[in-house]
């Protein structure tokens, strides 16, 4: 499981009101794609700090954390928030994880469901 190292909250998850265009991203985080030599607790601690960050953080703030063997870390910032054509509350992120030395970045949407969790998009 991830254990966090620092939330600084700067706002409320969203502020908007209005429909608006998503910011461009590339696709859904592809984790398998950094993952060479994670298991699926690893994957799982990932997802479980995403959710953190896209529910307690705010707009421009990060999320530093580790998992407890400390083999993978990684920082996420959700950059903005926005409401979708459907209503539904997205965040546009930015993650970057860290194997050792080997670090990657991607970037992704995701919109909340109307029974609380988030969805990757793309």
Known sequence: MAAAQEVRPAQPPCSCSLPQEA????PRPKLADHSQ?????DEIATLDAIRVALSEVGDGSTYVWHTRNGRLSGV?????SFKDTAGRVCRHIVLVLTT?????RVEGVACRLTD?????EG
């Open 23 to 26: 910011p461009s991203a590339s």
């Open 37 to 41: 030599g994670l298991d699926d607790h």
């Open 76 to 80: 996420i910032q959700p950059t903005a």
């Open 100 to 104: 050792g030395v080997r670090s990657g």
């Open 116 to 120: 609380g969790r988030w969805q990757l």
